[in-house]
């Protein structure tokens, strides 16, 4: 285990603006900042980190934590590992306790991989460039492909020899798990016998957001008819194949810089543009893109431009996945390579400067271009030219976003004129699709039960954090909410604002146990003298009380700083309102304690078996009534009955 030592240590050194911001394109807006949230599926910003609280939060999914519980949601990590994560970007080392055999060997397992991946990578690198077999057969290739040593040096690339088990025989040596480097893809095993699995191929490392190796593609050299020209790792557990795009972490500072994704087919089409001075490039493999990989380039850009060969097959390749796209709400644009050329051969016969200019004046409107195939290959097939317009229908119906209807608008009125249909009829059709989709959707969550009710209170869908809430018991909330940001403040020359909100909480409990007890975990750290906050109850054992901090203590709305300079003397953003929502958050909780013991005390009253228990219950009744118009009164509210 972690020594506690070292886990302060971290925790001391996070920004977790910097930690978030290794994955999401993050804009400051007011004292906190904005991006699209990497969880799920989002349209319009609502993923909300607070640097000063330490915190993230999605007001769309719910998803909320710190920067450790971020870096293992987001990477699939467990603690240790999202500790060791944070601790290598700060340069923190580790300590450690020691472990049980079992714990051991299942951080072992998890780190396994990785470690190996490391290590094949430095021996293939070493084999390109210090051997003669590399050296005469890989690296002579590769420099008459026209790659320079800096760019071979910045993808890693390398070479496995012919030799049969060359790579095994290292990994023995070096005392690595064969079962493990057959899990990675690196060995095979035939008649119990190990062979190396990328024998006589070029390597190129594929690299996860955070730069490590989580898997390798390996490229033939010689024309071998029988042999596949590419052999990629098989999938484990860092390497997830429809969740990676080639040269993601070579290209991410580019892809924010420019706002745009160009999306190439292989692997030496990404590392030949960047060779270029074009460094907004990756790769998809030459598979279909799918959901995940297309909101691994959300996380940077809405823009997305496919950049594939001009053959059928490129064309058909670059239309797989345009209705996701559009739903993930991406500007798609598509630009063919002619004459039979590739991304890569092209720009080395062009040039750098003329290949940007080719693709800025060559970008197609991805859904025209795939009416224009479509009619195509339709012909005068009255039949065909009908699916034609369903399907262009059904891709129209893909925009669902407010912002997109001008856009929707537009296209239906130009797709419209190349069917040489009527406008209104296309109109019809695409909102009758919506409908169908919507009614879909509401007849699926009618029949499947929410899990998790939504919030009304703040507007936020609920996640697992909201469901820790009751509904109804919005005070009780707010309340811990002033405790936690104003607890530690001084009420008076005695008391601290806790002390005061305890000692007004005497006669009244919280309802709701999951906030009751993060109440009792906030007043065990206060008398422990541990200054409890929400920074110091973000690592606290108990997730509920992790959940329970963050979802209190961050909004999902702030004033303008522009307000000061708008109300001048007025000082809105920066005077100290920590007295006023504390007595207000205590008036409020009261008042809705008093109506309901007001509702307890009147049904008292109707079961009273004699006069003089009514009479006592009259008398409460008259406390009570008290009681609120005092609190109304310093609240200046007025109370109908």
């Known amino acids: 285990m972690i020594t506690q030592q070292t886990i302060q240590q971290i925790t001391n050194r996070i920004d977790i603006v910097e930690i978030v911001g290794e994955f999401v394109k993050l804009k400051k807006r007011g004292a906190n900042y904005l991006g699209n949230c990497p969880f799920h599926n989002e349209k319009s910003p609502s993923f909300t980190v607070s640097p000063s609280k330490e915190i993230y939060k999605c007001f769309g999914c719910g998803k909320s934590g710190n920067a450790i519980g971020f870096v293992m949601e987001h990477e699939k990590y467990t603690y240790v590992e999202a500790l060791k994560w ?18 051991k060997q299942q951080q072992q397992v998890a780190e396994s991989l990785l470690i190996l991946n490391s290590f094949a990578q430095k021996y293939f690198s070493k084999n390109l460039t210090e051997t003669e077999e590399g050296q005469s057969a890989a690296l002579s290739y590769l420099k008459h492909r026209g790659f320079r040593e800096e760019v071979i040096e910045k993808f890693q690339l390398g070479y496995n020899l012919e030799a049969k088990d060359d790579l095994v025989t290292i990994l023995q040596k070096s005392q690595f798990s064969l079962e493990v ?33 989580i898997g390798f593609g390996a490229r033939v050299i010689k024309s071998n008819e ?11 557990e860092v390497y997830v194949k429809s969740k990676i795009l080639y040269g993601t972490y070579f290209a991410r500072q580019a892809i924010n810089k420019f706002d745009e994704c160009l999306l190439v087919e292989g692997y030496t089409d990404v590392v030949s543009l960047h060779q270029a001075g074009i460094e907004n490039v990756v790769a998809s493999g030459g598979t279909s893109l799918t959901i995940d990989q297309l909101r691994l380039i959300r996380k940077h850009t809405n823009n997305l431009t496919i950049i594939y060969d001009g053959d059928s097959a490129g064309v058909k390749a670059a239309l797989r996945g345009l209705d996701m796209a559009l739903e993930e709400g991406l500007n798609v644009k598509l630009v063919l390579i002619p004459d039979n050329e590739d991304p890569d051969s092209y720009v080395k016969k062009i040039g750098a400067t003329p290949f940007r200019a080719f693709v800025d004046e060559n970008k197609k409107d991805f859904i025209i271009f795939q009416l224009e195939v479509m009619l195509k290959d339709a012909g005068n097939d009255t039949a065909k030219k009908s699916a034609v317009v369903n399907q262009v229908a059904e891709t129209l119906s893909k925009f669902h976003r407010a912002e997109d209807f001008t856009k929707q608008q537009d296209y239906i009125r130009q797709c419209s004129g190349i069917l040489k249909i009527d406008e209104g009829g296309l109109t019809t059709l695409v909102n009758k699709l919506k409908r169908e989709k919507i009614t879909k959707e509401e007849n699926r969550q009618v029949n ?12 936020v869908p609920a996640e697992e954090t909201s469901s820790l809430l009751i509904n109804d018991e919005y005070q009780e909330r707010n309340l811990l909410r002033a405790l936690l940001e104003y607890g530690l403040l001084s009420w008076d020359e005695e008391r601290t604002m806790a002390d005061f909100i305890f000692e007004e909480l005497e006669h009244y409990s919280i309802e709701d146990p999951n906030l009751d007890s993060l109440l009792q975990v906030y007043k065990d750290y206060y008398y422990k003298g541990l200054q409890p906050s929400t920074k110091t109850l973000l690592y606290d054992e108990n997730d509920n009380v992790r959940k329970l901090a963050v979802l209190l203590s961050i909004q999902q709305y702030e004033l303008s700083p522009r307000w000061d300079s708008k109300m001048e003397g007025m000082n809105i953003n920066n005077r100290d309102v920590s007295r006023q929502d504390v007595t207000m958050s205590l008036n409020y909780f009261k008042l809705r304690k008093i109506k309901k013991m007001f509702d307890e005390n009147q049904r008292d009253i109707e079961k009273a078996a004699s006069f003089e228990e009514q009479m006592d219950l009259i008398k409460i009744h008259n406390v009570l009534k008290d009681e609120e118009q005092k609190i109304t009164r310093q609240l200046g509210t007025v109370i109908f009955k």
């Open 448 to 459: 499947t039960p929410d899990p998790y009710p939504v919030d009304s209170g703040n507007n």
């Open 86 to 103: 944070i601790a290598a970007r700060y340069n923190i080392e580790i300590e450690e306790t020691v472990t049980s055999p079992e714990v």
């Open 181 to 213: 480097a057959q899990k990675a893809g690196l060995v095979t095993n035939r008649n119990d016998s190990f062979y190396d699995s990328y024998r006589g191929r070029i390597i190129f490392p594929i690299h996860n957001q955070s730069g490590k190796i």
């Open 226 to 236: 029988k042999a596949p020209k590419y052999i990629n790792t098989p999938e484990n």
